[in-house]
């Protein structure tokens, strides 16, 4: 799917990611120690705790989304995974030969990046999933490209654990 990449996309995808956290807190089983999701993007630690974390699956698409909001010194950015099913634990999943997507988005500058989709490459690993619990976890990397501009990032080291709801 591809996004039209412009201010109304980026504050759109911000409150997306927010509206699914404060809907599915109550619904999802993200409240283990080290839920949430974590990474080095660029040269910096990101990181978004559980109650800032959400997963769906929407089975009409096959693919998780899952979702994570950090906000600091009033900016806003998000980390956005989707990656398709069906996969296999522990194996890796590559944006070149599968549905594997990143999306980093940061409401000050209004910066869409993508690792898979549109632009740049993402890997996604899949290391824990219950079905009967409906909790997910993995790691992830890639590179991303601006959207909106020429520059790109590295993200790197990411880690996610979250419940998720079903759609």
């Not at 705790?49 to 979702?67: P, R």
């Not at 869409?112 to 549109?118: A, I, P, Q, S, T």
Request: charged share 10%.
């Amino acid at each position: 799917m591809k996004l039209p990449c412009n201010r109304a996309t980026v504050l759109a995808v911000i409150s997306f990611v927010f509206l699914l956290a404060a809907t599915s807190c109550k619904k999802s089983n993200n409240s283990s120690s080290g839920s949430g999701i974590s990474a080095t993007i660029g040269s910096k630690s990101w990181s978004a705790a559980a109650s800032a974390t959400t997963g769906i699956y929407v089975s009409s698409e096959y693919q998780f989304q899952i979702g994570a909001a950090q906000i600091v010194s009033g900016d806003t950015t998000a980390v956005i995974l989707y990656f398709g099913t069906p996969f296999t634990v522990g194996r890796p999943m590559n944006s070149d030969t599968t549905f594997v997507d990143i999306n980093y988005i940061d409401s000050k500058t209004l910066d869409l990046y993508d690792g898979g989709n549109e632009a740049g490459w993402s890997i996604l690993t899949v290391t824990s999933y219950d079905s009967t619990n409906r909790t997910v976890g993995g790691t992830f990397n890639g590179v991303l490209y601006n959207l909106n501009g020429s520059d790109s990032l590295v993200i790197s080291n990411g880690k996610f654990s979250t419940g998720y709801t079903l759609n």
